[in-house]
């Protein structure tokens, strides 16, 4: 069993940065695929960024690529997600989750905190 508990979302300007947080609780964190995903304004919930459970290995969906950034440190059960560059497309509840096995890929997560809710303003 892992608890998810998202951090960092707020109002920021088109051009901001904002750094998300996720805190995880359980002593197999390390063992998981992590990943963001985000849910705009009348919108399906999508994919943002997964990470594998050592941070070697990352994953982006073309919409945030090269402007997101995801990371996690085992050693404080957290996951990161730096977003720069923000533009009011990217409004959303953002999302993490956790997912047993080692795929960047699949996306039926196991475990999903309550999220946290990020505007970005033109």
């Known amino acids: 069993q892992v608890q998810l508990i998202e951090s960092g979302g707020g109002l920021v300007q088109a051009g901001d940065s904002l750094r998300l947080s996720c805190a995880g609780s359980g002593r197999t964190f390390s063992s998981y695929v992590m990943g963001w995903f985000r849910q705009g304004p009348g919108k399906e919930r999508e994919f943002v960024a997964a990470?594998?459970?050592?941070?070697?290995?990352?994953h982006y969906a073309d919409s945030v690529k090269g402007r997101f950034t995801i990371s996690r440190d085992n050693a404080k059960n957290a996951v990161f997600l730096q977003m720069n560059s923000l533009k009011p497309e990217d409004t959303a509840v953002y999302y993490c989750?956790?997912?047993?096995?080692?795929?960047?890929?699949?996306?039926?997560?196991?475990?999903w905190g309550q999220g946290t809710q990020v505007t970005v303003s033109s």
């Open positions: 990470i594998s459970w050592s941070g070697g290995s990352t």
């Open positions: 989750a956790a997912r047993a096995g080692n795929s960047l890929y699949l996306l039926n997560y196991n475990y």
